[in-house]
């Protein structure tokens, strides 16, 4: 029998097939390649967004002892002021010339410690706020913005949380301290703003710098008022506080190389302004 020797058709055509099947076993393995890739790259952002959850709880915990502790003491020099002054005011003509004298002097010690005890607080939270060691990194910043919004919305009854700009903007900035700069500046603005009420998180950018904004339509910030100096609020509202929010936030935003600053709106509430860097490195 005459051995059949193969034409150079059905060479070519099995020259094909295994192309084909080679090439269908390197797209499997890039594939496969780019999946371990990006599992890796998910476990990474994964670590990484733990890293950062952790560090602002330290952050939180920290500020939160130091406060609770500055609290406890002032609030202790202010019942002695108030109870000796109401005290005096009661009984005036009861009291002796020395003892008038003796709680006048009781007044003043106290009054002159809680100065003292208030500047202290002061020049911790400045130390607290230089002494940080940021650390700027590739994030997407309006991802970020949407998820704090998405976390405060509905917070607080009666209250809408809102972003409004791009679905996406890449910067390079510390995800922490920024993120801790706009959830102080919403929590503000859900404090001093009776529901119903409406805020908004706008996000603007031009190549180099970016522009965050949170407009509410509360009762807008005082006139006449430094409200990033420590301490510095507006007419009483009945909203508690240490006065320092602003103050921290002033000094965080400053260490990332940016400004903020507070505006009223021309019918109700404030608009609060971020201007930062897009590369803070």
Request: glycine share 8%; charged share 30%.
């Amino acid at each position: 029998m005459t051995e059949r020797v193969p034409s150079d058709s059905s060479e070519r055509l099995s020259q094909t097939v295994d192309d084909d099947e080679a090439a269908q076993v390197t797209r499997a393995e890039r594939r496969a390649e780019f999946a371990e890739r990006r599992a890796v790259a998910e476990s990474d952002r994964a670590e990484v967004a733990e890293g950062r959850a952790a560090a602002a709880d330290d952050r939180l915990r920290t500020r939160t002892t130091l406060l609770g502790a500055y609290e406890h003491k002032l609030k202790s020099a202010l019942a002695i002021i108030s109870g000796w002054a109401a005290s005096l005011d009661a009984r005036w003509d009861d009291y002796t010339d020395a003892q008038r004298r003796s709680a006048l002097g009781a007044i003043r010690r106290q009054a002159d410690d809680l100065g003292r005890r208030a500047e202290s607080l002061v020049e911790e939270t400045r130390a607290e706020i230089t002494g940080l060691n940021l650390d700027p990194e590739p994030i997407d910043l309006a991802e970020l913005l949407q998820l704090e919004a998405e976390l405060f919305d509905g917070s607080a009854p009666g209250h809408e949380v809102a972003y409004d700009g791009p679905a996406t903007l890449q910067v390079h900035v510390d995800a922490v301290a920024l993120q801790q700069v706009v959830a102080q500046l919403i929590e503000n603005a859900i404090k001093y703003s009776a529901a119903p009420a409406s805020i908004v998180i706008g996000l603007r950018t031009d190549e180099e710098r970016v522009c965050i904004t949170v407009q509410d339509d509360g009762v807008g910030v005082p006139e006449g008022i430094a409200v990033f100096e420590p301490f510095q609020r507006g007419p009483a509202t009945g909203v508690a506080g240490s006065g320092l929010g602003l103050y921290i936030v002033n000094g965080l935003v400053e260490a990332m190389g940016g400004t903020v600053s507070a505006a009223r709106n021309p019918r109700a509430g404030s608009t609060f302004t971020l201007d930062l860097p897009r590369d803070e490195s």
